[in-house]
């Protein structure tokens, strides 16, 4: 019916910290990595359904094989996946599911580990960076972070936003707002598909 990046954009259009924005981009970064697109108070989809499909655009100088089949995707370095194998390279544990799991990454790097530490800047200085590309090309109000990590992300919110800035062009820099959903402990599963049955209803009505 609809995919969760997309779910997600919904239910933050009618219920979320962006309510009042017009037009804003959602990123999920979880077991993987998407977005949502809202212009204009309606999400865009794209011309058969698979707009938003952030976490399959490329990195630069990263070979690791996706889940798509695809070499290089940004997925494969920011989503809980990507930390893993982002840890197991520092650690030199050839399997990356028997690296540590991503909770444990962010209980060590607060307590100051500098393994946990290296990796979660390094996978959020990605994240940043790519995210200018979206700004550069859609001009959001907002970002706004979903899924899993983004329960943690609060430390890394300036890193992630430095680093985004740093690479805009000047008469783009310091017009977005960067977010953390105020959504991510309520039933966001359900919020989602309400709020695309509820644009359903409006656009019959």
Do not use: W
């Not at 607060?110 to 700004?135: A, H």
């Amino acid at each position: 019916v609809v995919n969760d990046a997309n779910a997600v954009a919904l239910a933050e259009n009618r219920y979320g910290i962006v309510r009042n924005v017009n037009s804003f981009i959602i990123i999920t970064i979880g077991t993987g990595l998407g977005a949502g697109i809202v212009i204009n108070n309606h999400l865009f989809d794209g011309s058969y359904g698979y707009a938003g499909e952030f976490g399959h655009t490329k990195v630069e100088d990263i070979d690791r094989i996706c889940n798509c089949g695809g070499v290089g995707c940004l997925e494969t370095v920011v989503s809980a996946n990507g930390i893993k194998r982002t840890i197991a390279k520092k650690l030199k544990i050839n399997n990356h599911e028997e690296a540590p799991d991503v909770r444990s990454v962010f209980e060590k790097a607060q307590k100051g580990d500098d393994v946990c530490k290296e990796t979660l800047e390094y996978t959020f200085q990605v994240l940043g960076k790519k995210l200018s590309d979206l700004i550069h090309i859609l001009t959001p109000e907002a970002i706004v972070f979903c899924g899993n990590i983004s329960n943690s992300l609060d430390a890394y919110l300036p890193l992630i936003k430095r680093e985004c800035e740093r690479n805009l062009l000047n008469n783009m820099r310091g017009k977005t707002n960067y977010k953390v959903s105020d959504l991510l402990d309520q039933k966001m599963n359900l919020l989602g598909p309400a709020s695309l049955a509820f644009n359903k209803k409006l656009d019959f009505a």
